[in-house]
Nanobody, 114 residues
Framework: VQLQASGGGLVQAGGSLRLSCAAS????????MGWYRQAPGKERELVAAITSEGSTDYADSVKGRFTISRDNGKNTFYLQIDSLKPEDTGNYYC?????????WGQGTLVTVSS
């Protein structure tokens, strides 16, 4: 599975972005799809995940502002980010887990100005 992330950019605090992660094949075989964030000087952290059944989970720091979703027809999953804060700045990576294997997309940079 190859993943292609896109949608990052420079936005002002309070703004919104939608990140996309396009898979090379069907996403129906993916057990868990996730978005990770790596802020400057910090470790990569999971911010949102969605299972093949549609169950979602979020890091406490993003609950109520981030929404993960999937479009099986387009083999793409998304991260809608609202009410952006400067601390949301970082590289966002999409991830797909199939059994014991994990696949990563390249990062897409989100920069939030205050």
């Amino acid at each position: 599975v190859q993943l292609q992330a896109s949608g990052g950019g420079l936005v002002q605090a309070g703004g919104s972005l939608r990140l996309s992660c396009a898979a090379s094949g069907t996403i129906l075989s993916i057990d868990i799809m996730g978005w990770y964030r790596q802020a400057p000087g910090k470790e990569r952290e999971l911010v949102a995940a969605i299972t093949s059944e549609g169950s979602t989970d979020y890091a406490d720091s993003v609950k109520g502002r981030f929404t993960i979703s999937r479009d099986n027809g387009k083999n793409t999953f998304y991260l809608q980010i609202d009410s952006l804060k400067p601390e949301d700045t970082g590289n966002y990576y999409c991830n797909a887990s199939i059994g014991p294997w994990a696949y990563w997309g390249q990062g897409t940079l989100v920069t939030v100005s205050s």
